[in-house]
């Protein structure tokens, strides 16, 4: 039997990073007995590598947990676990709509965070009960009741009756899983026998069971071996297994309004589900799906090459198998004059890419250079043609270009005052627009119109640099528009490098062309002869470089016991320029194409 | 005799081009370089009878299979080989005579510090058969003397060296440049002091930091201050093809310089890729044996190669050079020399070693020169050897 819809509460938990989102989900599993102490380990919602390592959430990760309130009543607690980044905001809003209420996890010690913000906002706008939490009150730092009027001021929610926890020692822990039961709604609504209406939450491959899928019944019974169709999709499965995560897999006949399971049904591949999509039965199906479906689209691109162009094949397969578990990832073949043979690949964000980029190289041991990340730019042509250019490679003729049009956002950045003039100073440097300017406390709010190709690359880097990781930040697309933008190419002993094209504002070409020429020069080893190091918009130079020529380097003694040494020496140098790429008479190291990018203050 | 079936007999007698060369290792110091990465050792006592036992058996041993060879070289290098007993050299060269006929301009040479001590063993060095030293002097100024950890003064390092030259036919020096805080001038200074010292022959070595070395760890920690840049150094590189050359000295080696006919003939072996034994502890050898040459190296621990010897055979590894790999050897060592390599003896046993675009470049760069059949290092490509041997070997 499916539990009543009474006696259901389902939530997720809005937090910065470091705030304690994990932490208190542990001690929520922990403090129920949903896991046995001996089997519990930390963050034990996160569970790639990569997550545990950078404290983040990818994927969508979930719990159900038995819990019996003071009240003497028997309550199932869903936790959805979901990811906390801006690359993910589409993911984080379908999470939200799969559950009623939200606690609020705020670092007592530290206030208010610009991703909380999103992400509550996005909390606020599913119509989510919110429960504030105050986190690490045992710190000596810790300012409960500032927080609390800071939560009131900025984001508007009361918190007078904040929870006040310490999730590391479990203080305070009873009283959120009361106020779980006593403060958040049970689903809404929900007939168990109309039409099945189930969300799609995410969906994730699993190497023995192929795709699993988290779903969210909102109408209808979920059966064991019934015949489901995708209604965004169209695609048809029998339902193989069925059940809940306590976080393990637990099997389950069936599934009633309000439940959060998962499902699996041979699906072969990730992209084969869409997060949002609605599940429904073949027959006797529902007839509108639930709304506020979009597919996913890639908004920063860069090409990923083989260090070793041999590993061409080896990355195809690794990209692929990648793609199968990421629906909102996009690939296609690219070829580079001077890159060999690699991929054009799309994102939805930097830390989405740097997630891809690192399992590929750590997971399938693939080296790689990742060339400069663009956006995608609306090309207007004089003949009123559009073209979305993905790679400043692609760049049309310039005189058959009518306008070029750029992707803005709108950046929000909280950050303690006494940073705020270096964070106005980044912004500025960045092209950025001021919005708006306002404090709560000693924290300044600030909000930037930005080009995101300013943001792609190097944005968060160097907030974080200048304010010693004080400042927080997130951001949302704002649309295209109009500015003076131009390609500007490198050549290196006169042969233009594609890989280190960039699109730049003009009024700023001069500056940056100076700066990569003046990375250029440090990070290209000396070669046997001299090397001009230019930056050119069209055919016209607008800085250079001159790298000098190698003049010392031999071996001192070399005798009869050096030769084995040297020949030693000598294959490992031969290997360590099979790690560079040649243009034309010149090899220049991978980790160049990137470095080059970088703006130092 | 060896049998001479398994390669054509160009193959087989590849090394006489270089010739045949025996290297005696005494793996012992007084105290340890921070600069030498060589197998060096510091021991309080020193067992020597023991010690030119187990050298005379290696050579033995060696010598049985290579039979019938001219030897035309020997060298007792370190470590510290002046501080063995003029009774120990003799000994080892007792066998080196009993294993095979010796030319009769056979060149025998010792390293030897420039110290007192040690010059007070010359004559018995001599006695027992070593017509020429390379001393170690390193410097000639007192201060960056002690900066190199060395034991003897400018003053110590003259007078030993004046014992030598009463005692040898040969003597040789070393010099070492691009030291801490040495100006060009400084090093134009010295080096002009020091060939009004010179004979016919000197050695000039870049101090190089080496891992393994106590300068390595000091410029770990960024405590070895001074050094001077890429631009310096090749600066005073080039001063000291000038200075040099202005004495009549050839530069017939990289960092080797020698009047017409003073030249190291035992280090010619190596550059030249003739065959070699190697006897002591960590020693390399080459050796052609039934047309396949063989890289040889003992065991690095004294005490291991000593009770490995004393067991029968002090190597610790014995492996083929196979034909592509000489090849490559024969570039590295040979380039080192003004002389250059011959391309058609390369050809004979690595008809593919050389990168024809690498060569052409190098030739329009001007690295690189033919003189009829030999493949020369110019004066613009020596100091980047380095690199144009990268270019030069096919991958």
Redesign the interface.
């Known amino acids: 039997m499916s539990t009543p819809l009474s006696h259901i509460r389902n939530f997720s938990i809005v937090a910065h990073i470091d705030h304690g989102k994990s932490t208190l989900a542990d001690r929520l599993i922990q403090s129920t007995n949903t896991v046995s102490d001996r089997d519990m380990k930390d963050q034990l919602l996160d569970a790639m590598d990569i997550e545990r390592e950078r404290g983040i959430t990818i994927k969508a990760n979930t719990v159900r947990i038995d819990y019996t309130a003071q009240d003497g009543e028997h309550y199932v607690l869903n936790l959805i676990d979901t990811p906390g980044h801006v690359d993910f905001a589409y993911e984080v809003s379908r999470s939200m709509r799969a559950v009623e209420g939200s606690l609020l996890v705020v670092d007592a010690s530290q206030g208010v965070e610009a991703q909380t913000l999103a992400n509550v906002y996005t909390a606020i706008e599913a119509d989510h009960e919110i429960v504030p939490v105050l986190n690490k009150v045992d710190l000596p730092a810790a300012e409960p009741e500032r927080v609390a009027e800071q939560i009131e001021d900025v984001i508007g929610i009361d918190a007078s009756d904040a929870c006040l926890i310490s999730a590391k020692t479990g203080l305070g822990i009873p009283d959120v899983l009361e106020a779980i039961v006593n403060r958040l709604p049970p689903p809404h609504e929900g007939d168990p026998d109309a039409p099945l209406k189930a969300m799609l939450v995410d969906s994730w491959y699993d190497p023995y069971l192929g795709v699993v899928v988290l779903i969210r019944i909102m109408d209808g019974t979920l059966k064991k071996g019934d015949q489901i169709k995708m209604m965004q999709t169209g695609a048809k499965y029998g339902v193989d297994r069925l059940g809940v995560f306590r976080p393990a897999m637990e099997a389950k006949d069936e599934l009633g309004p309000g439940e959060i399971g998962f499902l699996t049904a041979s699906i072969k591949q990730v992209r084969d589900t869409r997060v949002g999509d609605t599940i429904t039965h073949e027959k006797k199906g529902a007839e509108t799906p639930l709304p506020g479906f979009k597919p996913s689209q890639p908004v920063v691109f860069c090409g990923l090459f083989p260090v070793d162009s041999s590993e061409f094949e080896d990355l195809r397969d690794a990209i692929e198998k990648l793609a199968l578990n990421d629906a909102s990832f996009s690939f296609e073949m690219e070829t580079s004059a001077a890159l060999g043979f690699g991929f054009r690949c799309g994102f939805l964000g930097l830390l989405h890419l740097e997630v891809v980029r690192d399992r590929i190289e750590r997971e399938y041991n693939i080296d790689l250079i990742t060339t400069a990340p663009s956006v995608i730019y609306h090309v207007f042509m004089k003949d009123g043609a559009m073209i979305e250019l993905h790679n400043p490679a692609d760049m049309p003729d310039p005189s058959k270009i009518d306008h070029i049009e750029e992707p803005r956002i709108k950046a929000t950045i909280l950050v303690p005052d006494d940073f705020l003039g270096d964070v106005l100073k980044l912004c500025q440097d960045r092209r950025g627009i001021q919005l708006d300017l306002t404090y709560a406390g000693t924290r300044a709010m600030v909000v930037y119109d930005l080009p995101l190709n300013e943001v792609v690359f190097d944005f968060y880097d160097r907030l974080k640099s200048v304010t010693k990781g004080y400042a927080s930040f997130d951001y949302q697309m704002e649309g295209y528009r109009e500015d003076s933008l131009v390609k500007m190419q490198i050549l290196v002993n006169d042969e233009p490098v594609d890989a280190l094209s960039t699109m730049v504002h003009r009024d700023r070409a001069e500056m940056r062309g100076r700066a990569m020429c003046e990375k250029l020069k440090d990070l290209i080893p ?4 001299k090397i001009p190091i230019q930056a050119a918009i069209g055919g016209k130079v607008i800085a250079r470089e001159t790298l000098s020529a ?12 050096d ?2 040494r ?2 030693k020496l ?1 294959e490992k ?2 290997a360590g ?1 099979k790690k560079m790429r040649q243009f034309g ?1 010149v090899d220049i190291p991978q980790e160049a194409f990137i470095s080059a990018l970088k703006m130092d203050g | 005799m060896p049998l001479r079936n398994s390669w054509p007999a160009a193959l087989g007698e590849d090394w006489r081009y270089g010739g045949f060369g025996l290297y005696v290792h005494w793996p012992f110091c007084e105290a340890k370089c921070p600069y030498c990465d060589f197998n060096s050792h510091v021991a309080a006592h020193v067992d020597q009878e023991r010690w030119a036992k187990a050298l005379a058996a290696e050579i033995n041993r060696v010598g049985a299979l290579t039979e019938g060879r001219v030897l035309n070289s020997v060298f007792f290098g370190g470590g510290t080989p002046s501080l063995m007993e003029p009774a120990t050299v003799d000994t080892v060269l007792k066998a080196a005579q009993a294993a095979w006929p010796w030319a009769n301009d056979i060149e025998i040479s010792l390293e030897a510090n420039p110290r007192s001590v040690e010059a007070d063993r010359f004559r018995g060095f001599a006695d027992a058969g070593v017509n020429r030293v390379s001393l170690g002097v390193q410097s000639l100024r007192d201060a960056d003397l002690k900066r190199l950890g060395r034991l003897h003064d400018a003053r110590e390092a003259r007078a030993a060296f004046d014992t030598a030259r009463a005692v040898f036919d040969r003597v040789s020096f070393d010099l070492i440049y691009a030291r801490q805080d040495q100006s060009l001038t400084d090093w134009e200074a010295e080096l002009t002091e020091a060939m009004q010292m010179a004979v016919d022959h000197l050695s000039l070595y870049q101090l190089t930091i080496e891992p393994g070395t106590a300068f390595w760890d000091r410029a770990q920690r960024g405590r070895l201050r001074g050094l001077p840049g890429e631009d310096l150094a090749s600066d005073m590189y080039q001063v000291t093809q000038d200075v040099t050359a202005a004495h009549g000295f050839s530069a017939y080696e990289v960092s080797n310089h020698a009047k017409p006919r003073a030249e190291s003939r035992h280090n010619l072996v190596y550059w030249r890729y003739g065959d070699y034994a190697g006897v002591g502890p960590g020693a390399h050898g080459r050796l052609s044996l039934e047309g396949r040459k063989y890289a040889t190296v003992g065991w690095q621990a004294p005490g291991k190669w000593l009770a490995a010897t004393e067991a029968g055979s002090g190597d610790e590894n014995v492996e083929k050079v196979p034909p592509h790999e000489q090849g490559i050897e024969q570039i590295l060592m040979g380039l080192r020399l003004l002389e250059g390599i011959s391309v058609q003896r390369l050809q004979e046993v690595n008809a593919g070693a050389i990168d024809a675009g690498g060569l052409q470049e190098l030739l329009d760069l001007g690295f690189v020169g033919m003189d009829g059949d030999r493949l020369i290092a110019t004066e613009t490509g020596r100091p980047v050897l380095n690199a144009v041997i990268e270019k030069l070997i096919a991958s």
Do not use: E, S
């Open positions: 000396r070669h046997m002869f190698l003049r010392k380097d031999v071996t001192a003694k070399c005798y009869g016991g030769a084995t040297k020949k000598l140098q031969k320029k008479r």
